[in-house]
């Protein structure tokens, strides 16, 4: 009996990062939710990005009686990077505009999660973009990274 309870115990504790939403990277964030957006948004409007919109997904739900903690999304981009990564693979366009997700999770702690595009890469077959995907991957974590700072 306690073999099989401490067999059940690993499973369940390796297992838990497997559960992570595939390709999402996390940034923590010290503020809310609120503040947290507020501060990605001014990161990117400063480094010439266009701000399509901002979707206060926790906000709808209220609004149908649903209650989920603080969520929003802010889709943004720059065609000058995101133009080319669409000449490389046409599909990849379901994935852009670049999208961040800032959630509250059930502990408390806030963070900013958007597409690995290493992910990206993979889920489209991307091939002969690794310069565009690496210069996206270091644009979005300098982007998170200063709003979190």
């Known amino acids: ?16 990062p497997l559960m992570a939403a595939e ?5 923590a964030s010290p503020y809310s939710v609120d503040d947290t957006a507020n501060r ?4 990117l409007k400063a480094k010439g990005m266009t701000v399509f ?3 206060r997904h926790s906000d709808a739900a209220a609004a149908v009686g649903v209650a989920l ?3 929003q999304l802010i889709i943004f981009g720059n065609p000058k990077v995101g133009s080319p990564l669409m000449a490389c693979a046409p599909t990849v366009a379901i994935d852009l505009p670049q999208k961040a997700l800032i959630w509250k999770d059930a502990d408390g702690k806030v963070w ?3 597409n690995d595009p290493q992910w990206l890469k993979q889920r489209h077959a991307i091939e002969g973009c690794d310069p565009v995907l690496k210069k996206i ?3 979005l974590s300098k982007l ?3 709003a979190v700072k």
């Open 1 to 16: 009996m306690k073999t099989k309870s401490l067999l059940i115990l690993a499973c369940a504790l390796f297992s838990a």
């Open 23 to 27: 390709g999402l990277m996390r940034v």
């Open 40 to 43: 990605l948004e001014q990161v």
């Open 53 to 55: 919109t901002r979707v």
């Open 69 to 71: 903690r603080p969520t």
């Open 112 to 114: 900013i999660g958007y």
């Open 137 to 139: 991957g270091g644009a």
């Open 144 to 146: 998170t990274a200063a």
